[in-house]
């Protein structure tokens, strides 16, 4: 979905600061052999296929994310920020995401009926009518205003088909320890515009840490998406994704950012 690749493109292009290893360290013994690169491995298919059918059926799951990213000052130098977010998704049409770290903090609110942000520091909601199904309203999220989460391609309805697709490159690099306090297995992704390694639990399935690096850009900046606290098919309610504060807040437009105005208070 044209949605999907940009998302991944448009987090790769926004880049990540990383530090390279300290004096002393030595770089993972497990890297993958030359000829396996630019060719697609079955068995890194097979585990971003048990990855991704472990998130499909879950009809529940809450997981925190927490993004790394940088932006320019003025004077060109990176500034570093993190953002941590608060993911709870219920299958088929029922999302909340609660984002705080270096910014703004705000609160997303899917039912199934309607799509909603609301920003607690000015009290202020947007609220918008939206599709029923999960993966459709994230398409009108974006084209209504510009919204998007990172980590949109483990929470559609077929994470795999949105992984996979353009693939040129795939292959396992080996496996982790010291990654989301499980063994993971690594596996490392390219299309023409993003390379990406995935840490992945070697026996729950579930994705723990992302690096996207954008393969066009000539500065090749990171990103990096680090997941924890997965519960998956815990017990949800209907008030889990309501907020009594969000519905007495004053309304703003539900649109792209720099046209919103207050509609009403």
Do not use: C, H
Request: hydrophobic letters at 45%.
């Amino acid at each position: 979905m044209k949605y999907r690749l940009l998302l991944l493109t448009t987090l790769a292009l926004i880049g990540v600061g990383v530090q390279g290893p300290a004096s002393g360290e030595q770089p993972p013994a497990a890297t993958a052999p030359k000829a396996s690169i630019g060719a697609i491995d079955p068995k890194a298919l097979d585990i971003l296929k048990g990855m991704s059918d472990t998130l499909a059926k879950a009809k529940s799951m809450s997981f925190n994310i927490r993004r790394a990213f940088d932006e320019p000052a003025s004077n060109g130098q990176p500034l570093f920020y993190m953002i941590s977010s608060n993911v709870t998704l219920q299958r088929p049409d029922k999302l909340k995401i609660v984002t705080l770290g270096d910014g703004p903090a705000s609160e997303f609110y899917y039912d199934g009926a309607e799509m909603a942000v609301f920003l607690p520091a000015s009290n202020l909601i947007a609220v918008e009518s939206a599709p029923p199904k999960l993966d459709d309203m994230l398409e009108a999220a974006y084209s209504k205003a510009g919204i998007y989460f990172p980590f949109v391609d483990f929470i559609v309805a077929d994470p795999y088909a949105a992984i996979i697709e353009g693939l040129t490159s795939a292959f396992v690099m080996g496996q982790s320890t010291v990654v989301g306090g499980t063994t993971t297995d690594i596996v490392a992704i390219a299309n023409a515009n993003f390379q990406a390694q995935i840490w992945i639990g070697a026996k729950d399935k579930l994705p723990r840490l992302v690096w996207l690096t954008p393969a066009k850009s000539k500065d090749k900046p990171r990103s990096m998406l680090e997941f924890s606290n997965w519960r998956i098919d815990a017990a949800t309610s209907a008030k889990t994704f309501r907020s009594t504060a969000a519905a007495k807040a004053g309304r703003i437009k539900f649109s792209k950012p720099g046209l919103s105005a207050p509609a009403n208070k």
